[in-house]
């Protein structure tokens, strides 16, 4: 969705909305203790060889396109959610709880004063090219970040605080900071191999989508890649948590869901996520088909264009004026009607929306109280309207300060039913006030999303266990540099308060005092009226349990599949077909595999606290 999902427009990255962890912060001591982590899953035989293909396909249903295969670019959840298979990050999420726990970093101690942070670098990671995968690697990576203002396009939150990064040696990855960073346990960076990427030229164009196999070091690497056909990916031998159960796996791009739909129940794709209420319905009743239907990770919301600018200072786009309005934003918000989206839209698979953090995230979920809440009251909203000035003339129609008729455009997925299925509801709403309403569906968002050639737009992000990703999206310091240049900012908002609050929360280790600092964020934002949270959806999707005997979900209790904190769903997955003859007589089973991975524990001076680290939303990012 705009997801970006938002779609980054969309917005990217839900990511691209980070991912969470949390971390144990223990007096007098500063090293790293990690118990190790088992090499495969448990009870996962190998799997059975087709006797037509010789060997077994897993294929994912997509409707969002790749807007790049850069780890450097890309922000889209399809696109990350690739990178997250094909290239290791520092650290990783334990998909019982989301817990740090070890990846291309065995362990991580931090300095007394927090500033400076060391990874030990795992031996046992090799490039799918055979090179071996050391910390120089990192370092560059990290080094391009900071160097390379291209190279920072998706991922540049993580790095904008590092002083210097050095690899002293192959083993060893030492972080400097300019201020203590609650999120060292969770840098959502996808590490590439140096002796490839050095040889790129400008970072702003190169998709690396032009020479397959793609080096990588993930449990599964890139073989071929078809715009907005399919992205194919073979496992990775050589990885060393252990090689991937399925043949191939491929995401295979489709424009309809209901086409999706029926590729499902024909058995030519093996899963599919984003089920409206009536496929999942539809697809409870058949035979071979599991449907999950969890909490979701999202937020659905509109974004209103604020006006886009640059950091230079200069304005651009063609977003209506009367916006910039708090009472028109005021009088748009109170003419949206939640309670009757969650029943007639998503026929009750979702939860009404309230703050930018889904329920789902306990710690850091919020809502407004008594005054604050903007419930739905029509009257109320056209009272704003009058009293701001905004008349309507004799044939009903809301006038604007220039004495026109206000008409508003409102961008759409045209690949998501729930965005014209709500813009039929918003216009009959905002109609009733006198405003017009034009509902623009568009394959790919992004082009006008960009450029602030919008009023108002359908948005959506996945939100990691720590949210300072899908914070960040909507700081000063994320728009872009100039009008010509592209900005990781959502839709161009930016707040001096806002800013502030996010400058504080980052740099504080205190759990509960930093809870209270998102809190405090997502107040501010719900209080501007830019953002506006209409629902969280729940996680719909669907997967043949005669391709596929087990999967695990993301968390295991009650989980998602699709858009996970790591590599577990597809990297588990075990063929139908290895089952039949396993030792334990166990068969198939839908229900999910259990992965034991080991605790992470990080000692820092200081007292005993639970912390949640970040990770960006993933986000479905943008569309």
Same mark, same amino acid.
């Given at each position: 969705?705009?997801?970006?999902?938002?779609?980054?427009?969309?917005?990217?990255?839900?990511?691209? *909305?980070?991912?969470?962890?949390?971390?144990?912060?223990?007096?007098?001591?500063?090293?790293?203790?990690?118990?190790?982590?088992?090499?495969?899953?448990?009870?996962?035989?190998?799997?059975?060889?087709?006797?037509?293909?010789?060997?077994?396909?897993?294929?994912?249903?997509?409707?969002?396109?790749?807007?790049?295969?850069?780890?450097?670019?890309?922000?889209?959840?399809?696109?990350?959610?690739?990178?997250?298979?094909?290239?290791? #990050?520092?650290?990783?999420?334990?998909?019982?709880?989301?817990?740090?726990?070890?990846?291309?970093?065995?362990?991580?101690?931090?300095?007394?004063?927090?500033?400076?942070?060391?990874?030990?670098?795992?031996?046992?990671? $090799?490039?799918?090219?055979?090179?071996?995968?050391?910390?120089?690697?990192?370092?560059?990576? @990290?080094?391009?970040?900071?160097?390379?203002?291209?190279?920072?396009?998706?991922?540049?939150?993580?790095?904008?605080?590092?002083?210097?990064?050095?690899?002293?040696? =192959?083993?060893?990855?030492?972080?400097?900071?300019?201020?203590?960073?609650?999120?060292?346990?969770?840098?959502?960076?996808?590490?590439?191999?140096?002796?490839?990427?050095?040889?790129? +030229?400008?970072?702003?164009?190169?998709?690396?989508?032009?020479?397959? *196999?793609?080096? !990588?070091?993930?449990? @599964?690497?890139?073989?071929?890649?078809?715009?907005?056909?399919?992205?194919?990916?073979? =496992?990775?031998?050589?990885?060393?948590?252990?090689?991937?159960?399925?043949?191939?796996?491929?995401?295979?791009? #489709?424009?309809?869901?209901?086409?999706?739909?029926?590729?499902?129940?024909?058995?030519?794709?093996?899963?599919?996520?984003?089920?409206?209420?009536?496929?999942?319905?539809?697809?409870?009743?058949?035979?071979?088909?599991?449907?999950?239907?969890?909490?979701?990770?999202?937020?659905?919301?509109?974004?209103?264009?604020?006006?886009?600018?640059?950091?230079?200072?200069?304005?651009?786009?063609?977003?209506?004026?009367?916006?910039?309005?708090?009472?028109?934003?005021?009088?748009?918000?109170?003419?949206?009607?939640?309670?009757?989206?969650?029943?007639?839209?998503?026929? +009750?698979?979702?939860?009404?929306?309230?703050?930018?953090? *889904?329920?789902?995230?306990?710690?850091?979920?919020?809502?407004?109280?008594?005054?604050?809440?903007?419930?739905?009251?029509?009257?109320?909203?056209?009272?704003?309207?009058?009293?701001?000035? #905004?008349?309507?003339? !004799?044939?009903?129609?809301?006038?604007?300060?220039?004495?026109?008729?206000?008409?508003?455009?409102?961008?759409?997925?045209?690949?998501?039913?729930?965005?014209?299925?709500?813009?039929?509801?918003?216009?009959?709403?905002?109609?009733?006030? %006198?405003?017009?309403?034009?509902?623009?569906?568009?394959?790919?968002?992004?082009?006008?999303?960009?450029?602030?050639?919008?009023?108002?737009? @359908?948005?959506?992000?996945?939100?990691?266990?720590?949210?300072?990703?899908?914070?960040?999206?909507?700081?000063?310091?994320?728009?872009?540099?100039? =009008?010509?240049?592209?900005?990781? $900012?959502?839709?161009?908002?930016?707040?001096?308060?806002?800013?502030?609050?996010?400058?504080?929360?980052?740099?504080? #280790?205190?759990?509960?005092?930093?809870?209270?600092?998102?809190?405090?964020?997502?107040?501010?934002?719900?209080?501007? %009226?830019?953002?506006?949270?209409?629902?969280?959806?729940?996680?719909?999707?669907?997967?043949?349990?005669?391709?596929?005997?087990?999967?695990?979900?993301? =968390?295991?209790?009650?989980?998602?599949?699709?858009?996970?904190?790591?590599?577990?769903?597809?990297?588990?997955?075990?063929?139908?077909?290895?089952?039949?003859?396993?030792?334990?007589?166990?068969?198939?089973?839908?229900?999910?595999?259990?992965?034991?991975?080991?605790?992470?524990?990080?000692?820092? +001076?200081?007292?005993?606290?639970?912390?949640?680290?970040?990770?960006?939303?993933?986000?479905?990012?943008?569309?």
């Amino acid at each position: 969705m705009v997801t970006k999902v938002p779609s980054r427009p969309l917005p990217r990255r839900p990511h691209r *909305p980070r991912r969470a962890a949390r971390l144990l912060l223990a007096a007098g001591i500063a090293t790293a203790s990690l118990a190790a982590l088992p090499a495969t899953a448990t009870a996962t035989p190998a799997a059975a060889e087709d006797e037509k293909s010789g060997g077994t396909t897993l294929t994912v249903a997509v409707s969002q396109s790749i807007d790049s295969l850069s780890p450097f670019l890309a922000q889209k959840l399809t696109s990350t959610s690739i990178h997250r298979l094909a290239y290791e #990050y520092l650290t990783n999420y334990d998909p019982k709880d989301a817990r740090t726990v070890p990846a291309f970093a065995t362990e991580w101690s931090a300095s007394a004063d927090n500033l400076t942070w060391t990874y030990k670098i795992r031996e046992d990671s $090799t490039w799918s090219d055979g090179k071996p995968a050391t910390a120089e690697d990192a370092a560059w990576t @990290f080094n391009k970040m900071m160097t390379d203002p291209n190279a920072a396009t998706a991922n540049g939150s993580f790095t904008a605080n590092f002083a210097e990064v050095t690899a002293p040696d =192959p083993r060893t990855l030492v972080i400097r900071l300019k201020k203590p960073q609650a999120t060292m346990t969770a840098l959502d960076v996808p590490i590439v191999p140096k002796h490839v990427w050095e040889k790129v +030229g400008d970072f702003s164009k190169f998709n690396n989508d032009r020479q397959f *196999p793609i080096v !990588g070091n993930g449990p @599964f690497v890139i073989t071929d890649f078809k715009v907005d056909q399919y992205i194919k990916l073979k =496992p990775n031998k050589k990885f060393w948590r252990g090689a991937p159960k399925f043949d191939e796996l491929v995401f295979k791009y #489709y424009k309809d869901g209901d086409a999706a739909v029926a590729a499902l129940q024909k058995g030519e794709v093996s899963f599919v996520p984003n089920l409206t209420p009536a496929q999942a319905a539809a697809l409870k009743t058949q035979k071979d088909i599991k449907v999950n239907d969890a909490p979701g990770r999202r937020f659905y919301a509109l974004a209103t264009n604020p006006g886009a600018r640059a950091k230079d200072g200069r304005t651009f786009g063609n977003g209506h004026p009367a916006l910039l309005d708090p009472a028109v934003r005021k009088a748009l918000f109170l003419s949206v009607d939640r309670a009757t989206l969650v029943d007639k839209v998503f026929q +009750g698979h979702a939860v009404e929306g309230e703050g930018y953090i *889904p329920p789902r995230f306990g710690s850091y979920f919020w809502k407004p109280e008594g005054a604050q809440k903007r419930g739905y009251d029509p009257a109320a909203a056209a009272k704003a309207l009058d009293d701001a000035g #905004y008349r309507k003339n !004799g044939d009903g129609k809301r006038l604007g300060k220039d004495g026109k008729p206000l008409n508003f455009r409102i961008l759409c997925h045209a690949t998501d039913p729930n965005d014209k299925a709500v813009g039929k509801y918003l216009q009959e709403w905002w109609g009733g006030l %006198g405003i017009g309403l034009t509902v623009e569906c568009l394959d790919s968002v992004s082009d006008p999303w960009v450029k602030g050639d919008y009023d108002l737009a @359908f948005d959506g992000w996945s939100v990691n266990p720590d949210p300072d990703y899908v914070l960040s999206i909507h700081t000063c310091g994320t728009l872009p540099a100039t =009008p010509k240049d592209t900005g990781a $900012t959502d839709n161009f908002i930016c707040d001096k308060e806002f800013d502030s609050l996010y400058a504080q929360q980052a740099v504080e #280790y205190d759990t509960a005092k930093r809870a209270d600092l998102v809190k405090r964020m997502q107040s501010r934002l719900y209080d501007t %009226g830019y953002m506006n949270v209409m629902a969280y959806p729940n996680a719909l999707e669907a997967y043949r349990t005669d391709q596929i005997a087990s999967i695990t979900t993301m =968390p295991e209790a009650a989980g998602n599949l699709w858009g996970q904190d790591g590599y577990w769903s597809w990297w588990s997955a075990v063929p139908a077909a290895s089952t039949s003859g396993s030792e334990d007589g166990s068969g198939s089973s839908s229900t999910g595999i259990v992965i034991g991975i080991g605790a992470a524990v990080v000692v820092v +001076g200081g007292g005993l606290l639970l912390f949640r680290m970040r990770r960006r939303a993933t986000a479905d990012d943008r569309e």
